[in-house]
């Protein structure tokens, strides 16, 4: 039954604890509870959980996520669950990004240096057009969204309205897109740019993967078309289309007026402040550049770091927060926000979110003392945490292991709700302390290494895998070594390996072709590893961020995904942190064990195909992508536009799909494509 704006479709219903949880955090909206928390241990479907929450909310969401991979997998459920309505990915647009800094003991300048991922762009115009034209919007979001992006109200009533039999001439429109920041060309379109040809201007808007085709007959507007961008196929008419800025920038022609005065004002004062301190090299610096940016706004409307002059142009006053993505969801008439917040893996979402504003503030202080920026760059900020907390409205926290901040505010309310008992039936695994070199109860260890080797064997014998978490990324390639020359299939993980050796990896991991995975951090949040039945936790008892209480439950954690996991932890002493999070995870265990015994479940491991994008990537591109130019040498001779065409279209599908490490691949292709295509040119 559809409930607001939201449907969910699934082959499931809740189960479990999920029922429960789902009642009592919807309750708790409706009664006005502001902050709640969500304490589900791992495979207990916390995202469906979080999915029937807003079908029955039913207001527009934001889903934090502490990284860019994170997000794209939970965009990616969302996108499942709700195939109706917009679920949009709403990360940093950088493939690579070295910020703007000056080191002044060594008098290094560090120039922006920054390769935007077009795509991503395009993904974040996407989630603004549908904030602001309907309701049924969920945005998975990175920490990123706590940045300056330009005024939503500038950026809603800079549209363009488009009606076909209205007098608009071809000219004028032209000139109106200019103002809007979109490029002309006479080549291939992309988002942000348009072209005219004969009776006709075809745009491509900035959140788009398609052509909105206007022709006139007369001065008139005579058909208003929507085309696919690579076959040319004319999808559906329209009588009507609004078109977007290109940039989220925007500036009306008074408004860059005042806001250059101001900026010229301002530089004036300061370079004033810069030569009675005697910093002549400083003030010239300065203002060169700010007189260079200057013209640049008066003539084009916009400038390399636009950014930094953002207080000047939105008029606000020094020291106001900027606008965000926050600024785009819907708001009542006295400003309180109409949107719900979660908070995904709040334990480290949030001290992220913290964390984003003085480290921001460090960098630009140098650079305006230096005469690199003026001082109301540092307006150019992420939201301070109270800032962020203020705009945010009503917010759920989803974790393992909340920090103490989101169970404290959630308790103040009445509002932690507990979601232990999993769908499946499964438990949270057996814990065993074990001693690092010393004997425990007549057993004599080797140590360590020589009882871990032992169980490793034990388990590989009975076709199950084992993870072993170490304290260093040099302990992990060491003993993932040793283990290999006493005859175990073993491979180390570290952040070291680039993102798709590391899928590769896991996925041979799962698949068997390696029995022992070792690692440090990686090993935590956000692995579904269902074949993992045994994890050994080296020198447990050396307390600190790895050996913490919230690390330890979230490491344990990995091994609940199977029926026969568990966990023994190498420790001479008991830390505290080893006793809370035993004690919390067989708490948890007795639970789920009742549980089971009442209802006469009986658990089972998950079961899920290994599968992941490598085997697409592996399925389409054998080669690397000079061998796959090779393969396509004869097709690119006979029509070099059709292969590329090709190629766009594959890029785009990953896109659509979230799958960027496949799209990466195939946008070098094309790049190579296109430069052959230029040099058969010439």
Known sequence: MKKGCFTIHSPWEP????????????????????????????????????????????????????????????????????????????????????????????DTYIEKDAQVNEEIDRLRHATTQALLTRRDVIVVASVSCIYGLGSPEEYEVANILISRREKLTRATLMRRLITLHFERTNADLKPGVFRGIGNAVEIVGSGDRHITRIEWKGEKIDRIELIDLITRRILRGLDSVVIFPAKHFMTPGDEMKRALAAISDELQERLSELTKAGKLLEADRLKRRTNYDMAMMREVGYCNGIENYSRHISGKKAGEPPETLLSYFPRAKDGTPEFLTVIDESHVTLPQIRGMYEGDQSRKRTLAEHGFRLPSALDNRPLRFSEFD?????????????????????????????????????????????????????????????????????VTGEGGRSIVTTLTKKMAEDLSEYLKEKKIKAEYLHSDIKTLERIKIL??????TFDCLIGVNLLREGLDLPEVVFIGILDADKEGFLRSETSLIQTIGRASRNVRGRVILYADHMTGSMERAIGETNRRRGVQLAYNKKHGITPKSIQKSVGDITEQIESTYKKTVADILAIDKLRFSENPKKLIAEKEKQ?????????????????DELLELRRLVGKTLD
């Open 15 to 106: 189960a479990g604890d999920q029922p429960k949880a789902i009642a009592e955090l919807v309750h708790g909206l409706r009664k006005g509870t502001r902050h709640q928390t969500l304490l589900g241990v791992t495979g207990s479907g916390k995202t469906f959980t979080m999915a029937n929450v807003i079908e029955n909310w039913g207001k527009p969401t934001l889903v934090i996520a502490h990284n860019k991979t994170l997000a794209a997998q939970l965009a990616q459920e969302y996108r499942e669950f709700f195939p109706e309505s917009a679920v949009h990915y709403f990360v940093s647009y950088y493939d690579f990004y070295q910020p703007e800094a000056y080191i002044p003991h060594s």
């Open 507 to 512: 996925t041979e991991f799962r698949r068997g």
């Open 651 to 667: 890029m785009n599908e990953a896109v659509k799909e979230l799958d960027f490490e496949t799209a990466a691949i195939v946008r």
């Open 390 to 458: 203020a705009r945010i409205g009503a917010a759920i926290y989803t974790s393992a292991t909340p920090a103490e901040y989101e169970l404290e505010l959630s308790r103040k309310e009445g509002k932690v709700v507990e979601q232990i008992i999993r769908p499946t039936g499964l438990v949270d695994p057996e814990i065993e302390v074990r001693p690092i070199i010393s004997s425990s109860k007549g057993k004599s260890y080797g140590g360590q290494i020589a009882d871990l080797i032992e169980e490793v064997i034990k």
